[in-house]
């Protein structure tokens, strides 16, 4: 099954959207962009939410004492570090961890062993200046090298309802994490979210079927 993602929630109309549409993992950008949330309102939304609902708070180089205030705070269950912080930062923190990689060549898979501590790896498009959000999408062949190395690979820039299944059958990700794609006038847009968590659906049945054996292999 691959996991879906909605990164970007600011209001609790759009996260109701996103969890009725059957997604059930939400994500807080708490670092400067279109869709940062301060922690104040990131809470109130979070202690609202049903059970078996995981919350994520996006960070960029965030200060270790302020990142560790923000999650206890809004209660996040992940942390994905989406800047420049170094392996050591990861060391003692509580929560489950992704680490982003912004994928400009394959450098990135040796950077990847260096965070043995971090549960998950998110792969997004390198756009100069931008630490993320971006709404490109990057060369995917690059992301089925990192699955090949066993670990639990999130699959992020650009995604559409147009092209993620293309991207799953591509790359076979963990998961996908959508923010701009699923958007209208940079608000969620439970059409697109619904059409989105389809294309994902439909794609995971392909991958998942078994190959049909050509009738000339018994001959």
């Not at 309802?161 to 998961?175: F, H, K, L, M, S």
Request: charged share 25%.
């Amino acid at each position: 099954m691959v996991r879906v993602k909605i990164c970007g929630i600011r209001s609790y109309e759009e996260a109701r959207q996103v969890l009725d549409a059957g997604v059930d993992t939400l994500g807080f950008v708490f670092a400067r962009s279109p869709r940062q949330i301060n922690p104040e309102t990131a809470r109130e939304i979070i202690t609202r939410l049903p059970p078996f609902t995981t919350t994520v708070g996006v960070f960029v180089n965030e200060p270790r004492y302020s990142l560790m205030e923000i999650a206890t705070f809004c209660r996040l269950d992940i942390l994905q570090l989406h800047g420049d912080e170094p392996p050591e930062y990861c060391h003692g923190l509580s929560q489950r961890l992704i680490k982003a990689f912004r994928v400009r060549d394959a450098s990135f898979i040796q950077a990847m062993d260096s965070y043995p501590e971090v549960q998950g790896i998110l792969l997004d498009a390198y756009v100069p200046g931008v630490a993320g959000g971006s709404g490109r999408t990057f060369n995917w062949e690059l992301a089925k090298d990192a699955v090949a190395r066993g670990r639990p690979i999130i699959l992020a820039g650009g995604l559409t309802p147009e092209n993620v299944g293309t991207a799953i059958r591509t790359v076979r990700p963990y998961a996908v994490d959508v923010a701009s794609g699923v958007e209208t006038d940079g608000r969620k847009d439970p059409v697109k979210i619904v059409s989105f968590l389809q294309a994902v659906r439909e794609a995971e049945e392909q991958v998942s079927r078994p190959a049909t054996a050509s009738p000339l292999a018994k001959r």
